[in-house]
C-alpha cells in the first residue's frame, strides 16, 4: 500500500537521479565553453602560424614522410625545394 506518498513519493526517490544528471550536464557544457573560448587545443599540437607557407608545407611533408607515403629519397628532394636548395 502507497498510502499518503502514491507517486510523489516514488518521483521524490527518483528526484537526485535527474539532479545528478543535471549537474553533469552543466559542468559538461561549462567544461567545453571554457575550452572553446580559452583555445583548449594542446599548443604543442599545433601546426606553424597561418602566414609561414614554408613551414605548413615541411609540416604536410613531415606528416606523408611519417605515414609512409613518400620514401627518403623524395623526402630530401622536396624537402631541398622548400629550403630553396634547388
Known amino acids: 500500500m502507497m ?3 502514491g507517486w510523489a513519493g516514488m518521483a521524490a526517490g527518483w528526484s537526485w537521479v535527474f539532479l545528478l544528471l543535471l549537474l553533469v550536464g552543466i559542468a559538461t557544457l561549462v567544461i567545453l565553453l571554457v575550452r572553446l573560448t580559452v583555445g583548449g587545443v594542446d ?3 599545433r601546426g606553424p602560424a597561418p602566414g609561414d607557407a614554408q613551414a605548413q608545407a615541411r609540416a604536410i611533408l ?3 614522410y611519417a605515414r609512409g607515403e613518400i620514401d627518403t629519397a623524395e623526402y630530401d628532394e622536396r624537402l631541398g625545394r622548400i629550403r630553396g636548395d634547388g
Open 3 to 5: 498510502g499518503d506518498w
Open 62 to 64: 613531415d606528416e606523408r
Open 43 to 45: 599548443p604543442r599540437r
